[in-house]
Every structure is written in C-alpha cells, then in structure tokens.
C-alpha cells in the first residue's frame, strides 16, 4: 500500500482527559511500529481528517518519522473551523499538525452545515487510500465504528485492506517498554 488512512477513537473514549495522559506514549508507539513496517513496505502518504485523538497522535507520528523516512502526511477536515469546537489543546495541537502538513485540503470550503460533511469525509477518505490503520476495539468502537462500518463495505467489495491496533496490540506495547525498564532497574 502507498496511501492509507489512520483513524481510531477520541480521547474521551479512551479515558484520556488531557495530552499528558502517559498512555498516548504506547498509543504512538503502536502506531509507529505499524506505521515503520508498512513504510518498509513502501507506504508514502498518511492522509487523515485530523479529528482529535489517534488521528491526531498519528498525525504527530508521521511527522516525526519524516526525519528519516519518505512518508508524506496530508490533512484533509470534512470543513472549515473542522477544530472550533474542540479543546483548546486540540484546537493547537490541531492548528500546529495543519503547518507541519505536506497536504492541506478542507474537503467543503464551508463551515459545519449538516452530517453529510462526516459521512462524505469517509466515503472520501476511503476512496483515496489503498487501507485504513484503525485504533479501536472491533466490538466496542465508539465513534471509530462510523468508519469502521464503511471500511468493512469497502474491505467486502475490493481489496481494501484494514488493520487493526487492538487493546491487545497496546498491552504489548506496554509489555515491551516495561520489560526494558525493567532490564534497567
């Protein structure tokens, strides 16, 4: 896959009240390892809409491994003022992830009007990339599960691969790092 979508829950589902929360550390160690493997095998371009949370996380991921790799990251938000709503962490965290961007596209060159802005950035986001790397819980994903439903759709009528980082995937990330911190003590 070259291209691929990233999405996942909002931090409020995963518990998270703010960006010092010590599990967004393994939530990005997740996505970079799956993110490191998938560029070796020739992934070049992340497109997200840059909702709060994982896409975010994974959004500052693909920054940070553009230090040494050839990985693109495009941001492209359903509307305009997509972030005005938010937190104002997220509104900065979001507005600093925009400049860093390769890519910088609203899809409507309008404010929020009605749903069918969320459901297209979907479809869109879908139509664009070869897969979708999802943080959720399959059985419980929250807001994930609007994408998740179209990427299955999409997964059952063509060769659109998902993958998943499980709650599962995130205590082997956690795993790992304390057995390293361990080996030091």
């Not at 896959?1 to 990233?6: N, S």
């Not at 997220?90 to 009007?113: G, M, R, S, V």
């Not at 990427?151 to 691969?161: P, V």
């Amino acid at each position: 896959m070259k291209v691929i979508t990233i999405t996942g829950n909002k931090p409020m589902e995963l518990n998270i009240r703010n960006e010092k929360d010590h599990r967004i550390f393994f939530i990005k160690e997740a996505l970079k390892q799956r993110l490191l493997s998938l560029i070796d095998d020739g992934l070049e371009w992340v497109i997200v809409s840059g909702q709060m949370g994982v896409e975010l996380w994974a959004a500052q991921v693909v920054i940070d491994l553009r230090e040494d790799y050839n990985i693109q990251l495009g941001i492209f938000p359903p509307f305009l003022e997509y972030e005005s709503r938010w937190p104002d962490i997220y509104q900065e965290l979001f507005l600093e992830i925009k400049e860093q961007a390769d890519y910088y596209q609203p899809l409507y060159e309008e404010t929020y009007k009605a749903p069918y802005q969320l459901i297209n950035k979907d479809h869109w986001l879908i139509d664009k990339t070869e897969g979708c790397l999802i943080l959720a819980d399959e059985e419980y994903p929250g807001s994930a599960g609007y994408m998740l439903d179209k990427l299955k759709k999409a997964a059952s009528e063509s060769s659109y691969s998902i993958l998943f980082i499980t709650p599962e995937d995130l205590e082997e990330v956690v795993r790992s790092h304390q057995d390293s911190i361990d080996g030091y003590s």
